[in-house]
């Protein structure tokens, strides 16, 4: 029998799980793999920097609801990676990072890229794993993938140090594990009662956040608001598991978005967490109603009553809680209880429209230079299309296209989420294109953000991944030159200016296709244009610098700041 080493014992294994692709930057402590990868089912996709390879496995994760996939090598490679996988954790994406080491004979010695991996990475991962025999690499790779997509799902890290790769395994000492784990975990008494609670209220509301997603129950969700007549608002990755358009949705649950959530979270009796956390973007729980009862669904007990006090704490898959309860309700003998909270109904419509009517002023606003509504209004007119997808990056530019967004279809919109980490744009768009290829794909980003991965852009080009990359340009980091004019009066310059950059130039003699927008009325022409080229594009657009998005001035808030 001939020798297997390691590395193929790792590329067989990988295999075996069907990966499809592994975002990654080579290095000389993965070769290994690379060379037993060569020639396989699986791509290698190559970033231009380690960053940008885990935020695409990141949205590869979050959009295919299985575990992205990033391999990067040791040392530097491996701390590049690490801003994608602290935003996977926050977001609860499934995610395994394989990083190549030192071998374990050099360890201590002063080899090439020496430092503690694991327990660098530790605090940001649901498990680290070191693998330090050759036999027990297709475990690691089993154990590594089980973590990271069973209960709450989220990012998993393995070392695997590249002596242990080169060297040769004893055959009887190996074992290939497969497990796949399916498990829907429902409490069966608990949604009696939060079922039972539901139905008592005069104004409940559910909100459906990343869980609902990962639950694969739209068809459940939109089911049992049919059949309650219980309204819905989303959050995260469940924007649009019920579309916007659905007669019971009431679009985003943040409450800085033009519409009916910021009533809804103050007047409603009963609310229902499906799936999402109380967090920042609902003030810890602070802004809704102190006298609501709350009943929250989560696969994670740890989530249950974090920040808030819960009446009905539920341990639970979402998609098999919605489909006990509608089994309760046919066993009870309800078809149909959409005339129950009918005037409630109306009052969130008529919110939501006092609510948009205030804001149609800068959705529609003809100034030089450019709202950023206008712009984020502009996008979301012509990225009509269910299957389109939009990407949103940069502080105040994610804080206009999230409050103005329109979901049709879940899985098709992304964003940096609760790490708000800038730089996810084009990485993210460009998975999101490698995933959906028959998709127009577009990203919406600030001027700054878009520096960070910009070399992505040559990614996208010769890859062959046309998307069309959106720059609302406002000279500089916006969020913060704002917030530090509210919080000292003026904008340090160091550090908020950056100043009028040609992006599209740039992006042209990368070999792509560049606009240049000053004007409002010029945008819908530049899309059309730049979708119909085929080419990956850049069209920057001229912001007005002066205006104060809602993010900038909750950042000017941040931790009670008093002057």
């Not at 001939?2 to 499809?20: M, Q, W, Y």
């Not at 709202?371 to 299309?385: C, D, G, Q």
């Not at 530049?526 to 594009?537: I, M, N, P, R, V």
Request: proline share 5%.
């Amino acid at each position: 029998m001939s020798a297997i080493t390691g590395a193929k014992l790792a590329a067989e294994a990988l295999s075996r799980r069907n990966i499809k692709v592994i975002f990654t930057l080579s290095g000389g402590h993965i070769t290994p793999i690379y060379q037993h990868l060569e020639n396989t089912g699986i791509r290698l996709f190559d970033t231009r920097h380690e960053q940008a390879a885990v935020f695409m496995a990141e949205a590869w994760g979050k959009l295919t609801k299985t575990s992205g996939t990033a391999m990067v090598t040791a040392g530097p490679g491996f701390t590049n990676a690490l801003t994608g996988i602290a935003s996977a954790r926050l977001s609860n994406t499934p995610l395994v990072l394989i990083a190549g080491a030192i071998g374990l004979e050099t360890k201590d010695k002063l080899d090439l890229q020496d430092m503690p991996q694991a327990p660098v990475i530790e605090p940001l991962v649901k498990k680290a794993f070191v693998c330090m025999v050759p036999e027990r690499i297709p475990e690691y790779i089993d154990m590594a993938y089980r973590t990271a997509s069973s209960g709450r799902p989220g990012p998993v890290y393995l070392e695997l140090p590249v002596d242990v790769l080169n060297a040769e395994a004893k055959a009887e000492k190996i074992t290939r594990p497969l497990t796949q784990v399916e498990s829907k975990p429902v409490d069966i008494d608990a949604a009696e009662k939060a079922l039972e609670m539901m139905m008592s209220a005069s104004k409940p509301i559910i909100i459906g956040g990343s869980g609902i997603w990962y639950g694969n129950c739209s068809k459940e969700i939109a089911e049992f608001a049919e059949t309650t007549g219980i309204p819905v608002f989303t959050f995260a990755m469940g924007r649009g598991v019920i579309p916007d358009t659905h007669p019971l949705c009431f679009e985003s649950s943040l409450a800085i978005r033009p519409g009916a959530a910021l009533f809804a979270s103050i007047n409603a009796d009963v609310i229902v967490l499906l799936g999402t956390r109380f967090s920042l973007f609902n003030i810890f729980g602070g802004i809704f109603n102190q006298s609501a009862k709350i009943i929250q669904v989560d696969i994670c007990s740890e989530e249950l009553g974090h920040n808030r006090s819960v009446d009905i704490p539920i341990v639970s898959d979402t998609g098999a809680f919605l489909r006990y309860c509608l089994k309760l309700l046919e066993k009870k003998g309800i078809s149909s209880l959409v005339t129950r909270f009918s005037s409630w109904v109306q009052e969130l419509r008529k919110a939501a429209e006092d609510s948009k009517a205030q804001a149609m002023p800068n959705w529609t606003s003809e100034n030089v230079p450019i709202h950023p509504m206008r712009l984020a209004w502009e996008i979301n007119s012509f990225m009509n299309r269910e299957d389109d997808i939009v990407v949103a990056d940069g502080g105040d530019t994610t804080t206009w296209i999230g409050m103005t967004r329109t979901m049709k279809k879940a899985g098709h919109y992304l964003d940096y989420g609760l790490f708000g980490s800038l730089a996810v744009g084009l990485p993210y768009a460009n998975a999101a294109k490698l995933l959906n290829p028959e998709k127009r794909v577009l990203l919406l980003s600030g001027d700054g953000s878009i520096g960070f991965n910009f070399m992505e852009f040559e990614t996208s080009i010769r890859k062959g991944l046309p998307i069309v990359a959106v720059i609302s340009n406002d000279l500089g980091w916006g969020m913060i030159r704002h917030s530090q004019e509210i919080r000292i009066g003026h904008a340090i310059p160091d550090g908020t200016y950056i100043g009028k950059v040609d992006y599209h130039a740039m992006v042209e003699a990368l070999g792509g296709k560049g606009y240049y927008i000053e004007n409002p009325k010029d945008i819908q022409p530049a899309l059309e244009d730049a979708f119909s080229s085929g080419k990956t594009c850049c069209i920057n657009v001229m912001t007005d610098p002066t205006i104060i998005s809602p993010g900038s001035v909750a950042l000017a808030n941040l931790g009670g700041y008093k002057a």
